[in-house]
Structure formats: structure tokens, C-alpha cells
């Protein structure tokens, strides 16, 4: 069983940079797609990004794109978002997720398999 942490979420004022991660335990993570989501307060789920087993393939949410990054360490079995020039819109609760994938492609499209509990984002002066 696959267990997810999400950490570094925090306050951050307008134009500030923060970096999540996503620390997994329970199984090697080089297996798995992972993805970022994240919710605002009174708004569904949404995707931020996604990260093939390798991390050879990314993808990103039209509204991050240029500003956040996606990376993975596998030695390390943790996932990174780095979030620049942040705005109050990207506030919320962030999410990492893992998707059993045997092929090194990008599948958060597909239904994610472990979710961990989320790390909170606020941007705000």
C-alpha cells in the first residue's frame, strides 16, 4: 500500500515562490504517474500537473503553465512542485496522487489510484 505526504505548503505573499513535496512510503515510487491537483475553497478539484514514472514526460494546467515545475527524485521517492510568481488565484489545498503505470507515460488523466491528505497554499499579502 502506497502512502502519500504532502509538505512545504504555507503563505506566501503575491509574486513569491513555494515548492511542495510529495514523500511516498510503502512501495517504490518509480512505478507510478504522479499528479498535482489542487482545490479551492468552494470549487472542485482541478489538475496542475502530471509527471510520467521516469519524469522524461510533464504536462501542465494552462493556468500554471510557465510558472510552476514539476520533478521527481526516485532515489529519493518523493515528488516536487516548484510555484513561481504565485497568485492569490492559486490558493487551495494541494494534492499529490499516484497512478499505477506500466508503461513511463503520463496517466493522471485516468483515475489516480493513492491520494495523500493534502498541503495547504495560501497567496496573499
Known amino acids: 500500500q502506497l502512502q502519500l505526504v504532502e509538505s512545504g505548503g504555507g503563505l506566501v505573499q503575491p509574486g513569491g515562490s513555494l515548492r511542495i513535496s510529495c514523500a511516498a512510503s510503502g512501495s517504490t515510487l518509480d512505478v507510478y504517474a504522479i499528479g498535482w491537483f489542487r482545490q479551492a475553497p468552494g470549487q472542485e478539484r482541478e489538475g496542475v500537473s502530471c509527471?510520467?514514472?521516469?519524469?522524461?514526460?510533464?504536462n501542465y494546467a494552462d493556468s500554471v503553465k510557465g510558472r510552476f515545475t514539476i520533478s521527481r527524485d526516485n532515489r529519493k521517492n518523493t515528488v516536487y512542485l516548484q510555484m513561481n510568481s504565485l497568485k492569490p488565484e492559486d490558493t487551495g489545498v494541494y494534492y499529490c496522487?499516484?497512478?499505477?503505470?506500466?508503461?513511463?507515460?503520463?496517466?493522471?488523466?485516468?483515475?489516480?489510484?493513492?491520494w495523500g491528505k493534502g498541503a495547504a497554499v495560501t497567496v496573499s499579502s
Open positions: 509527471i510520467s514514472r521516469s519524469g522524461g514526460s510533464t
Open positions: 496522487a499516484a497512478k499505477r503505470n506500466p508503461w513511463d507515460t503520463l496517466a493522471c488523466a485516468y483515475g489516480m489510484d493513492y
